[in-house]
């Protein structure tokens, strides 16, 4: 397999042993048609020179990577779903396919959805409808370009079996998946070391969280590494939590098997952007409390976390894993501020008026209501006074009006604008933002599913892929 000199395996959760991950074999499909390959993703790690028939041995019949794992590893863990405890979870139509480097030397999983049945299936088939694998490529695209810190699709294979399901038309096409991301170690892995009372399990865990993902722990001792560990990663759920505020995103599943140590999101089902600013706006049909509703992410994180510092109870004292975990909030609100001024396109100023600022942003989109879509708001504003007249010219001019809109457009005003050249791209010429709302989706799908017209997939991921170049938004926190 010709990959590049930038490819450098690394596998190492394998070295945890039997008792976090199971070996399986994939599932031998009767059909592999590549739908998607992240050309960009991939160079990063040096397998961008695969041909199609190399690609598709890698992701679509999971052939080893060289000197890579030899088998892949479905992952055993727990989880709370919608709060309720579920030990009979892990990966069920998953595995940990591989572990390499990136071109900034972090250690990436090359994860798979769909991918088959492992002993954690419990019953289900192990496999990912077509539309549920096309819907992930656009969230995680989508969420990069807003600045989230995510996992990324990597590989898109239809796999030519017809499958039934609940919630959408069966027969329906599969597809099997495969995602790049930081890590899959999830709150839920520690929660099933817990449950068996393996406070053994949970330091090895632990040590291999801190010397992979925060090497700057290191140095700390066994008693001090709990604690620290937990707050650098309350830290970094802070800041995904707000970026999903920001970006108007709503995740829809957030059980603690579906959140990281690393800070990042994954594993898309029901979500969702928001077409208008509702704090009560749910991206599950299911979810009929609104239990992980737009408004109630944040504390849905703060939950998990808790759970997660129960578990580090089995290994160290209670007291200084409270006070990591009651930092969340105001590290969420730090977060939030500067997530928004980020994703005006402005300078940050002192707490105070970034939050004013954020005040203000909301309470006019609350006002203005159901005219003003969420996304358009950062579009039309994006730079501050500088785009002013493009805004009061621009499609959305007569909603620009009123108390609310004076004091939003007052609290603007004290910024300047964050890498102004941004404004000449192309893209902010445009009339409309750049979106990824249901209805859009939907379309998408249809082409795809009625004619097998994959070109407005490919177009969507083009301008979504533009939109990114556009806001150029950074994050400090690596990401894949």
Same mark, same amino acid.
């Given at each position: 397999m010709p990959v590049s000199s930038a490819y450098r395996p690394d596998p190492r959760f394998a070295a945890l042993g039997p008792e976090f991950a199971d070996p399986v074999r994939p599932a031998d499909f009767p059909q592999t048609t590549l739908?998607?390959?992240?050309?960009?993703?991939?160079?990063?790690?040096?397998?961008?020179?695969?041909?199609?028939?190399?690609?598709?041995?890698?992701?679509?019949?999971?052939?080893?990577? =060289?000197?890579?794992?030899?088998?892949?590893?479905?992952?055993?863990?727990?989880?709370?779903?919608?709060?309720?405890?579920?030990?009979?979870?892990?990966?069920?139509?998953?595995f940990l396919f591989a572990q390499l480097r990136d071109h900034r030397g972090r250690l990436l999983d090359l994860g798979t959805k769909g991918s088959g049945e492992t002993p954690w299936s419990r019953g289900a088939d192990g496999r990912l409808t077509l539309k549920g694998g096309v819907r992930e490529v656009l969230a995680t695209g989508m969420l990069e370009a807003l600045g989230v810190p995510t996992s990324r699709s990597f590989s898109l294979i239809e796999t030519g079996e017809e499958l039934e399901r609940h919630d959408e038309p069966s027969p329906t096409r599969s597809a099997v998946l495969t995602r790049l991301s930081w890590s899959h170690v999830r709150f839920g892995t520690f929660q099933r070391h817990a449950y068996h009372d393996r406070a053994d399990l949970i330091a090895t865990l632990i040590d291999h969280v801190v010397e992979t993902y925060y090497p700057e722990l290191s140095g700390l001792d066994a008693a001090a590494r709990p604690a620290a560990l937990l707050e650098a990663v309350v830290r970094r759920a802070a800041r995904l939590t707000a970026r999903w505020i920001a970006a108007g995103f709503v995740h829809g599943v957030l059980n603690t098997d579906n959140m990281n140590v690393t800070g990042e999101s994954f594993d898309y089902g029901p979500y969702r952007f928001l077409p208008l600013y509702d704090p009560l706006f749910t991206a599950a049909y299911f979810d009929h409390a609104g239990l992980y509703a737009f408004g109630r992410q944040p504390e849905a994180v703060f939950w998990n976390l808790g759970q997660l510092a129960g578990c580090l109870t089995l290994v160290t004292e209670t007291d200084p894993l409270v006070e990591a975990l009651n930092g969340f909030g105001d590290l969420y609100q730090s977060e939030l501020r500067g997530a928004f001024v980020a994703r005006l396109g402005l300078v940050p100023r002192d707490p105070e008026e970034d939050s004013q600022l954020v005040t203000a942003a909301l309470a006019f989109m609350h006002q203005a209501g159901r005219p003003l879509r969420w996304e358009p708001l950062f579009f039309d504003w994006f730079g501050g006074?500088?785009?002013?007249?493009?805004?009061?010219?621009? =499609?959305?001019?007569?909603?620009?009006?009123?108390?609310?809109?004076?004091?939003?457009?007052?609290?603007?005003?004290?910024?300047?604008?964050?890498?102004?050249?941004?404004?000449?791209?192309?893209?902010?010429?445009?009339?409309?933002?750049?979106?990824?709302?249901?209805?859009?989706?939907?379309?998408?799908?249809?082409?795809?599913?009625?004619?097998?017209?994959?070109?407005?997939?490919?177009?969507?991921?083009?301008?979504?892929?533009?939109?990114?170049?556009?806001?150029?938004?950074?994050?400090?926190?690596?990401?894949?």
């Open positions: 739908r998607f390959r992240n050309d960009r993703a991939a160079a990063q790690v040096g397998l961008d020179g695969l041909s199609e028939e190399e690609w598709i041995a890698a992701f679509g019949r999971f052939e080893p990577l =060289p000197d890579n794992q030899p088998q892949p590893l479905a992952m055993r863990y727990h989880g709370h779903q919608f709060r309720h405890y579920n030990p009979d979870l892990g990966d069920g139509r998953g006074a500088l785009s002013e007249r493009r805004a009061l010219d621009g =499609p959305r001019r007569e909603l620009y009006v009123g108390e609310a809109f004076n004091a939003f457009r007052s609290a603007l005003s004290a910024y300047a604008p964050d890498r102004p050249e941004r404004l000449d791209h192309p893209r902010f010429g445009s009339a409309e933002p750049e979106e990824l709302l249901y209805d859009e989706i939907e379309q998408i799908w249809a082409a795809i599913a009625d004619r097998d017209d994959w070109a407005p997939f490919h177009a969507k991921l083009a301008r979504i892929d533009e939109a990114r170049e556009a806001w150029a938004l950074t994050d400090e926190t690596p990401r894949v």
